[in-house]
């Protein structure tokens, strides 16, 4: 009997404690481990934990952590000496980093945080540091000179390097980073000015020209917001293999060579990845993946607003690339649009297979400058594109892949690619577009199979004084144009104009061309029609 009153009263004490606990939570969990020949001093001052010492090896300082968990309000300061330009972070322990608080650091120096477990960055996460962010579920960092940082093997390590970080090696078992949000709260039509990337102040966001880089496991977007600005977004899923890391003048850069198998990445409930550029090295967006998928209204975009020299968002899925599932206000897409004085961001689209389901692809200019170049490469099996329900946000029901002109003399982007199977259904189109005195770009396809239907469309329209597009369309077996759309009329390949603009050329090559049910193949003051 005296036993269980014992086991009571221990339950009780258990209970209270962790009562406690969820009542006043600490602002942040960080504890050192203690295998560093200087290990880091962390001392606590409210909601603030100031983490000093460390090793350091020249320029470079080196922390190494049992645990690191930021709480919602909670502050962390890396105190570093403003000469150290990589703060390298691993966690040696067995449990997750929750981020939901912000992480400080002095100067300009890099922040890398290796974490194998996983890393979760709250709604509530942000960063203030002068360099680049890098977050990875990797075993370890490797150095130029061969050596390495690890989380999982720290006996006996060598000594710590002043030699600049290389690559990410991976091990079996991948941690999962997930970043959560209130995802975008603004309309598709806001895109139509210059934002300011600091306009998404609930983002995890760096300082103009830096990278913020996510490798690791499967990465989970859920309402998240990434952003900066004239600097690079990149977002890396490996499954097997390692990664490499090269110095740029916007941050780091990264190779896939190595990486034999990839992890997925999802961006859902409205998430966002957003650059843009006033000057410099332009906007770069890359994200490397098996299985890619953009839905509930997500968003990847770029913006030039003034000049900048290179550029683009880059989107390589060994297997699928999706895009569905838009909201009423929101499509799921991905974007650029151009307000500056030079060319606007290329969109580059690698994949197996691609999906779209009432989404889009589109470059735009409303600028003197022309507007980004949409590329399909290395011969995707499969495009199929359908249309969906109309919404606020897209009252025809539309999907597709497009270039714009909007306004001024800006030429609009060109549309290239090889496709083995294309299929463009319940008005969803590839088309190019220019309402206003630029041209429209080409449209240049290769492929086996065209089909389209109940309203699909493909080609160059230009509403103005600007030139149509030129459509070339070869397909080595066959196209088939069937059926029309109540909306939006009939199923059409076409180069036309509803202007003062001349349309361009529209070139069909094909063994076999089927019209039926309504279909058609149409252009309008046409400079020149081949059907070969």
Not at 8 to 33: E, G, N, R
Not at 90 to 116: E, K, M, Q
Not at 298 to 310: A, G, R, T, V
Not at 327 to 348: H, R, V, Y
């Amino acid at each position: 009997m005296e036993t269980k009153d014992y086991t009571f009263i221990k339950f009780v004490l258990a209970s209270t404690f962790i009562s406690y606990l969820t009542i006043f939570p600490c602002k942040a969990q960080i504890i050192k481990d203690g295998t560093l020949p200087n290990t880091s001093i962390i001392k606590t001052q409210g909601n603030t934990i100031t983490i000093e010492g460390g090793t350091q090896a020249e320029n470079n300082l080196f922390h190494s952590f049992q645990n690191f968990s930021v709480s919602n309000g909670g502050i962390v300061l890396f105190n570093n000496s403003t000469n150290i330009q990589n703060i390298i972070s691993r966690v040696t322990g067995t449990s997750v980093s929750n981020i939901d608080g912000l992480i400080r650091a002095n100067g300009i120096a890099n922040l890398f945080l290796i974490n194998p477990n996983g890393i979760v960055f709250g709604q509530n996460a942000r960063l203030d540091i002068g360099g680049s962010f890098l977050a990875s579920t990797a075993n370890s960092i490797k150095f130029a000179d061969g050596s390495q940082f690890s989380a999982v093997n720290t006996p006996n390590q060598p000594i710590l390097t002043i030699s600049v970080p290389s690559g990410l090696q991976f091990g079996s078992n991948l941690g999962v980073i997930q970043v959560q949000g209130t995802g975008r709260i603004i309309q598709d039509s806001d895109f139509r000015v210059p934002l300011d990337a600091n306009k998404f102040s609930n983002s995890l966001q760096v300082k103009p020209d830096k990278t913020l880089a996510l490798i690791g496991g499967d990465i989970l977007l859920e309402g998240g917001i990434l952003s900066t600005k004239n600097g690079r977004i990149e977002l890396g899923s490996i499954a097997k293999g390692d990664t490499n890391i090269k110095q740029e003048n916007n941050g780091w850069s990264f190779s896939y060579d190595k990486t034999s198998i990839f992890g997925d990445i999802k961006l859902s409930e409205n998430a966002l990845v957003y650059v843009n550029s006033l000057k410099g090295e332009g906007n770069t967006i890359n994200i490397q993946g098996r299985n890619i998928r953009i839905l509930n209204g997500s968003l990847i975009f770029s913006q030039n607003q003034e000049y900048k020299q290179n550029g683009e968002i880059t989107v390589n899925a060994s297997e699928l690339l999706e895009l569905k599932d838009s909201t009423q206000f929101s499509l799921s897409a991905i974007f650029t649009s151009n307000f500056g004085k030079t060319a606007g961001e290329n969109i580059q689209i690698n994949a197996n297979k691609i999906n779209m389901e009432g989404s889009q692809i589109a470059t735009t200019t409303f600028s003197d400058a022309s507007g980004g170049n949409i590329v399909v490469n290395n011969n995707v099996d499969n495009l199929k594109i359908i249309g969906s329900d109309p919404s606020t946000v897209n009252p025809f029901g539309y999907g597709g892949i497009n270039t714009f002109s909007y306004i001024n003399h800006g030429v609009g982007g060109n549309i290239v690619g090889k496709i083995k199977t294309l299929i463009l259904e319940n008005r969803a189109n590839i088309t190019t577009n220019s309402s206003s005195y630029g041209s429209a770009g080409d449209v240049k396809l290769s492929t086996e199979n065209i089909t389209l239907k109940n309203g699909g469309g493909l080609g160059s329209t230009t509403f103005n004084m600007g030139k149509g597009g030129n459509v070339f369309v070869n397909a080595s077996n066959q196209i088939e144009i069937i059926g029309v759309s109540p909306s939006v009329g009939a199923s059409t390949i076409k180069a036309g104009t509803f202007g003062s603009g001349d349309a361009g050329i529209l070139e069909i090559n094909t063994p076999r061309l089927s019209i039926r049910e309504g279909a058609g193949v149409s252009t309008s003051t046409v400079s020149a029609f081949w059907v070969n």
